[in-house]
């Protein structure tokens, strides 16, 4: 597992126990109230002022080997999924980043989740950007594995425009610290890399390397969906 997968449950309404934080904040652990409390000014701007229908969501059993931060989708709501118990992971990560960047990494982990979101509300999950042709398996590919790899594909794509979100919230609330954060996302990316799998989104990094790719636009959502179709273009040169 790389160190900074944000993975998308496929059946969360059917495997999880819901718990809601806000309602029982005295049942969450530390590490639990950590995560919250450094992705709280990304989850107060989506329900206040972007109204998303955002709950968060903390798996009261143990989720060994699952991601600390994932979003699901379950009745037209978006979920942001906690797992941190019986799960090393999530105090892994958080013991794992710069203090001065900690808070700020937080928010672009969450930040990254809301694209998902997003993508979720808006009908477009695994959907090319608009005007792009669906990209098709190698025919070399034996016929078993090309659904396999469509899936691949797609998930490579979200995971893009979801890094593009994370750093367009950087972009605008922690500016001083962009090419900071946004090389320690270069690392976490590159680490253990398979070129062209799921989390495979240096070709989108690279293009938002400069923070004024993801400027002049009306939303973190906007910002990111330019450099996005740029990229999703470049892959299929």
Known sequence: MLPYRLLIPTALGLCISMLTAA?????LTPLETRWLQGAWPVITHARQDLKLPLDIVVQPQDAPGAAPLALGFVGGRCKLVLSMRGN???QRQVDALEPALADATLELMAAHELGH??????????SM?????????????APELRQAWLDMHST???????????LAWTREHHPALYARLHAWLVAQRSTDLIPG?????????????????????ASMF????????????ALQE
């Open 129 to 141: 950007p608009a005007g792009f042709v669906a990209a098709k398996p190698p025919p070399e590919l």
């Open 23 to 27: 309602a029982h904040a005295a049942d």
């Open 117 to 126: 979101c997003r993508r979720y509300l808006d009908g477009a999950w695994h």
């Open 156 to 166: 490579r794509l979200e995971e893009g425009y979801g890094d593009l979100v994370g």
């Open 197 to 217: 799998e799921h989390h495979d989104t240096l070709a989108w990094l690279a293009l938002a390397r400069d923070p004024a790719a993801l400027a002049g636009t």
């Open 222 to 233: 906007e910002a990111a969906a330019g450099v996005w179709a740029r990229g999703a273009d």
């Open 88 to 90: 090393p992971e999530g």
